[in-house]
Nanobody
């Protein structure tokens, strides 16, 4: 069982930056593939960034070059650094932990990009 708690969402102007954090419970955090997803009303949840337990990363085309995912297994934490934010980045951002067919989700944190 893994519990995930996101933080760091806020209102930010276009071009600004935010850093989201996801704190995980459990002593086996290191074996999970971690990811950030986002969702806006009326749309499906979409993958934003993924980091494997080995540290390999993958990003949605819409955020490549602007977002960076990282993890610290000793701290049971994964981060999403978001730079050059755009209004279309506005969404609820969710942390995900995956191992095989098992998925855990956080409660989400709101990111709003607006002037």
């Amino acid at each position: 069982q893994v519990q995930l708690v996101e933080s760091g969402g806020d209102l930010v102007q276009p071009g600004g930056s935010l850093r989201l954090a996801c704190a995980a419970s459990g002593r086996i955090f290191s074996i999970y593939t971690m990811a950030w997803y986002r969702q806006t009303p009326g749309k499906e949840r979409e993958s934003v960034a993924i980091i494997t337990r080995a540290g390999s990363t993958n990003y949605a085309d819409s955020v490549k070059g602007r977002f960076t995912i990282s993890r610290d297994n000793a701290k049971n934490t994964v981060w999403l650094q978001m730079n050059s934010l755009k209004p279309e980045d506005t969404a609820v951002y969710y942390c995900n932990a995956a191992l095989g067919n098992v998925n855990y989700w956080g409660q989400g944190t709101q990111v709003t990009v607006s002037s």
